[in-house]
């Protein structure tokens, strides 16, 4: 009897040390990763601007969602081509990418396959590793990069797909059912599934405490980093969004923020919004989402011609009064941002090629024009120190190509920065767009003045 009891007392001291022993090791380890970040290079915000290393920091950059799926080593990777397009990114003067951390796996045709996740908790470690590729050659490149958490659309499975694994219903497509003020809903109905939350604070923590298989970085102290983003475009909910979901949109946005904080409390934390049109219009919405402590900038996108302001077959008919109220919607927003006292990215813009055409050697015409314009809006308010810190165009399709004579995506084929949601070649700028990336790269140049 006595043998047995001292047996157990052992045994409960034993258990006892090495509990402690991994708990100082966990606590050792967190504190060694503080240490390690190399502060001064973090992009951090200074009142209604960013900084890094000292100096000024305004965002030259593009979409690139697909970015972390080229640095996989599997099929849908492509190093080489990762390669060049980093190169004629950096050619271009763009500075920072925004690219999609995580997707979720879905049967619907518009969603991009495979996906990093394969169900709750079930990750695709060779996506991962794209992921960790792709920050070390931003790295050597000297490149920031926006990273996103999860999706309110359904190209990348996102809230929705996070709601069919939470209740077993099958994913609706929007694009199939045409009911978008359904998909709006369910995919809100993201915010108040407790289940769906603690998921998905399982994935933000599994991918920010990811240490990087290919230069041995932890992530929270890679300055190659600039954000985490919440999701692609949340919204509080469809059109007949109530008060209540409201304000469940903005306890989400707090709560998750502050979790990020305490997981990474170096790197810039973002919604991802689209401004009001992402707000069901009301400003106050928008304002109470981003004042949030934890919330370090704002962000905004502007959709001239999905939000009906201008008709893409019939551009000459409607461009004077959908570019007025593009220009507005540009200027109102570093307004907002002021009030608040915070720096704002245009993270989205852009626009068809001429007449709706997908076709690679349609012209651009008009396209040029409206990025010539915004480029113009956005130059004034930066050069006067208003808090419009940089923008990222939508989007780079670089050397992909379709050969797709409906132009819809499918699996195996190239990535491109229209996602599979979308017609292949709509608003992605291709490298043989000569005359866009004439406009983007003197931007671009006039940008890198002020980063000094
Ligand atoms: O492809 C779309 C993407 O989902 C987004 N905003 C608009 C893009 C173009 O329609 O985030």
Known sequence: MKKIK?????????????????IAADQKNVVDQKKAAPQQDFVKVNGTRFEKSGKPYYIAGTNMWYASYLGATTKVGNRTRLAKELDNLKALGVNNLRV?????????????????????????????????????????????????????????????????WVDGKPMQDPNVTKDWEGFMARSASFYQSEKAQEE??????????????????????????MSWQLANEPRPGNNSTTDKE??????????????IKELDPHHLVSTGSEGLMGSVRDEKLFIDAHSGKHVDYL???????????????????????????????????????????????????????????????????????????????????MQQGEPIAGYNFWAWNGSARTARPNYWWQEG??????????????????????????IIKAFNTKIQSLNK
């Not at 599994?206 to 992530?219: D, E, F, L, M, W």
């Not at 084929?413 to 005359?435: R, T």
């Open 6 to 22: 001292y047996m157990r007392l052992w045994a409960t001291l034993l258990t006892f040390c090495l509990s402690s022993a991994v």
């Open 100 to 164: 999609l951390a995580v997707s979720e796996k879905s049967d619907i045709n518009s969603v991009v396959k495979p996906a990093t996740t394969n169900g709750f908790g079930n990750y695709d470690e060779e996506l991962l590793k794209g992921l960790d590729y792709l920050l070390a050659e931003l790295a050597k490149r000297d490149m920031t990069v926006v990273l996103y958490l999860n999706n309110y659309w359904q190209w990348s499975g996102g809230m929705s797909q996070y709601m069919s």
């Open 200 to 225: 998905f604070r399982k994935t933000v923590k599994k991918i920010i405490t990811r240490v990087n298989t290919v230069n041995g970085k932890a992530y929270t102290s890679d300055a190659t980093i």
């Open 246 to 259: 409201k304000k469940i949109y903005v306890d989400w946005i707090n709560g998750i923020t502050a979790y």
């Open 299 to 381: 962000t905004y996108h502007m959709w001239i011609r999905n939000w009906g302001w201008i008709d893409k077959t019939n551009f000459a008919g409607t461009w004077d009064a959908g570019w007025a109220k593009g220009k507005e919607y540009l200027t109102s927003h570093i307004a907002i941002a002021k009030i608040i006292g915070k720096p704002i990215v245009l993270e989205e813009f852009g626009l068809d090629r001429d007449g709706g055409a997908y076709d690679i050697k349609s012209a651009t015409k008009v396209r040029d024009q409206f990025y010539t314009q915004v480029f113009e809006v956005l130059w004034t308010p």
């Open 413 to 438: 084929d190239d990535l491109m920065g229209d996602p599979p949601q979308e017609e292949q070649g709509m608003y992605g700028i291709y490298d043989s767009d000569a005359s866009t990336i004439a």
